[in-house]
């Protein structure tokens, strides 16, 4: 293959998959991000319910260590004009995907006003917390 033909196919992948990048609403999506201090982990970030999908998505998804704790920052986005209330908790996991802690942590609530974008932060129960999970869900009652 001539450089000239390798360069346009690479541009051809380059340009299927920045069109593949645009982040879908699914009821859970699954990324993975390398964190410097260990192995690659798997962040999830759970909608409970497709009207909730609807209105709120989500972006950025960062971690990082900040000495033996895991620190995790979700991007929240309200797709319409309206308040959106909701609910989130984290369910924290070690490297093996066994839950650190006996239960999960308690619903917190949130607001997200119209076309508003809305940082969700959470920190790992301790060191042992290598992966995690965000629920969000509509408040209930």
Not at 12 to 41: F, K, M, W, Y
Not at 47 to 53: M, V
Not at 122 to 128: C, E, L
Request: proline letters at 4%; aromatic letters at 8%; a positive charge.
């Amino acid at each position: 293959m001539g450089a000239s033909l390798r360069r346009v196919f690479a541009g051809a992948v380059l340009a299927v998959l920045a069109g593949c990048s645009t982040a879908s609403n699914r009821l859970e999506v699954v990324t993975e991000q390398r964190l410097a201090s260990g192995p690659a982990t798997v962040e999830r970030v759970v909608i409970g319910s497709a009207a909730l999908g609807r209105e709120i998505t989500y972006g950025d998804v960062l971690t990082r260590r900040d000495g033996m704790l895991l620190h995790v920052q979700v991007t929240l986005e309200n797709q319409t004009k309206h308040t959106v209330p909701f609910e989130y908790r984290w369910e924290w996991t070690d490297a093996e995907g066994f839950q650190v802690g006996d239960t999960l942590s308690a619903w917190q609530p949130g607001v997200i006003n119209g076309k508003e974008r809305k940082l969700v932060t959470g920190v790992g129960p301790g060191p042992a917390a290598a992966n995690f999970r965000l629920y969000l869900r509509k408040p209930e009652g």
